[in-house]
């Protein structure tokens, strides 16, 4: 991956064919056994929709090179038609980040939001106006693409005054008199209220440096010096513990636990007995819900830094 430091140079000196979308986004739409065949029809139709609404939108005023765009998944499950153009279900949302100097791409945001309700036309374009919630489903997806826009930034840039973040806040508050659920906070503990309202409250702020910290100070050294960068990991892991003092339920918390236990399990399981037992203990503490994960530590087989690769 070519690191955003050097983007400059290529805008300045390379060739304008290099420059492209900010985003490439995955697009799956899938359906119950139970949605006539008509509208599976129509929703393969929405599928291409979404993926040309994300893609082919400019969402910042960076430029980017092809190497350098953000790309993630989404998959809706549409359970139910509510109505001729109504639809109801989930959306699974992954967003992994390259690591630098490999080709391993570490998970940051892995999230099925259960609160999707939206309407859908095929005639009628998707569009987004960003001082009004005209449209759910198109609100969803904005949202959603500058959550993680927002997560990759933090995880490049130290103290990074997030404007992509607070813009998904503002869909969040035009979205307050909307119909639809998961965007207001009596609703649930965990929904798209909290994750915009936690990412930008000052009082949780040590979790943009521990996103920082844990992917460019440690996971993208790791390659050239494995003990080092996983300082840096251990660091970022013990950080939690003031969000975790904080709020023992903060959304955040177990949003990066649910995405990282696997990777986090695997690049201890190469490092001394004495760092295992160290990040054991302190791992039962913040997240003992993914225990079963955290025991593998525990193993004496040494492995890779990283789990897999793509």
């Known amino acids: 991956m070519i690191n955003r430091i050097v983007l400059l140079f290529f805008i300045l000196f390379g060739s304008s064919e290099l420059l492209s979308q900010e985003i490439l986004c995955n ?16 929703l393969q139709t929405l599928q291409k929709s979404v993926r040309e609404f994300v893609n082919n939108r400019k969402w910042t005023n960076e430029v980017f090179i092809e190497d350098e765009r953000i790309e993630f998944n989404i998959s809706f499950n549409i359970l139910s038609k ?39 036309i095929e005639t009628q374009p998707l569009d987004y106006n960003e001082n009004t919630h005209e449209s759910n489903l198109s609100a969803i997806l904005s949202y959603y693409t500058y959550i993680i826009i927002g997560l990759d930034y933090s995880t490049f840039s130290p103290n990074a005054d997030n404007i992509y973040l607070q813009k998904a806040k503002k869909i969040v508050e035009n979205a307050q008199s909307a119909p639809e659920g998961g965007w207001k906070a009596f609703e649930s503990n965990k929904n798209r209220y909290w994750l915009a309202e936690e990412l930008l409250d000052a009082k949780y702020s040590s979790f943009h440096d521990v996103l920082y910290n844990y992917h460019r100070q440690g996971l993208d050294i790791m390659n050239e010096d494995n003990e080092k960068g996983r300082g840096y990991v251990t660091e970022s892991i013990e950080s939690m513990r003031k969000i975790k003092q904080l709020n023992p339920t903060a ?9 990282k236990a696997d990777e986090i399990s695997n690049i201890y399981s190469n490092a001394y007995q004495d760092e295992k037992n160290r990040v054991y203990k302190l791992l039962t503490e913040l997240d003992p819900s993914n225990l079963n994960k955290y025991n593998k530590i525990k193993e004496n087989n040494a492995s890779n830094a990283f789990p897999n690769s793509r």
């Not at 509510?82 to 892995?110: E, K, M, W």
């Open 27 to 42: 697009v799956r739409v899938i359906t119950d056994k139970e949605i006539q065949i008509s509208d599976r029809q129509k």
């Open 82 to 120: 509510i109505s001729t153009d109504r639809y109801a279900g989930t959306l699974q949302i992954q967003y992994s980040r390259p690591v630098f100097n490999s080709s391993y791409y570490s998970p940051i945001l892995n999230y099925l939001d259960d609160e999707i309700e939206f309407d859908y």
């Open 251 to 259: 959304f955040i918390l177990q949003l990066f636990f649910n995405s």
